[in-house]
């Protein structure tokens, strides 16, 4: 390989590294406790190594909540989860609660676990499987510096950066 194409690369794999770093400070900064005694690390590399940890808990709840996202659109299971009808099987009316609305609320339970308690303002599921699944909504809240945004603005909170 040619010295710049080295060098090319070397840069871009520190951009990417430094954009994931930004992104998982942003999250910590999200969190509902502040963070309190720096232990010798400066406050940047504390909320960093804090984001690391949540950004790896969220991306797992990603996971499956897009999974989950798919299979509702193409009508099917998944994981145990019953494919939700258009009224709650169990009463028969169109107002009960389904099965895919307790799983909805099991995901936000889970984010909230994360971030201490609380949801983060503008807290959303997007349950359209062609995009991030666990979203801030930009009109309900200022998009924190360093958050990977989609293409409508949101938030994307389990955001990979790859390039």
């Known amino acids: 390989m040619k010295q710049s194409t080295l060098q090319q690369k070397a840069e871009r794999l520190l ?9 998982n400070a942003a999250i910590s900064r ?17 909320h960093e190594e804090r984001g690391l940890k949540m950004w790896r808990k969220l991306r797992r709840i990603e996971a499956v909540a897009h999974d989950a996202a798919t299979a509702q659109c193409n009508g099917a299971a ?9 009224y709650d099987t169990a009463t028969g009316k169109e107002d009960g609660i389904t099965a895919w609305g307790v799983f909805c609320e099991h995901v936000r339970a889970e984010v909230s676990a994360i971030f201490g308690g609380t949801l983060p303002t503008g807290f959303r599921y997007n349950q359209d499987p062609r995009g991030y699944s666990l979203l801030l909504n930009c009109e309900k809240t200022t998009i924190p510096s360093g958050l990977v ?3 409508g603005g949101d938030g994307c909170l389990a955001a990979e950066i790859n390039d």
């Open 30 to 46: 999200l969190h509902a406790t502040p963070l309190t005694g720096y232990d010798g690390y400066d406050e940047t590399e504390q």
């Open 78 to 86: 998944y994981n145990g989860q019953p494919y939700r009808p258009d």
């Open 149 to 151: 945004a989609n293409w």
């Open 15 to 23: 951009s990417i590294d430094s954009r994931r770093k930004a992104h």
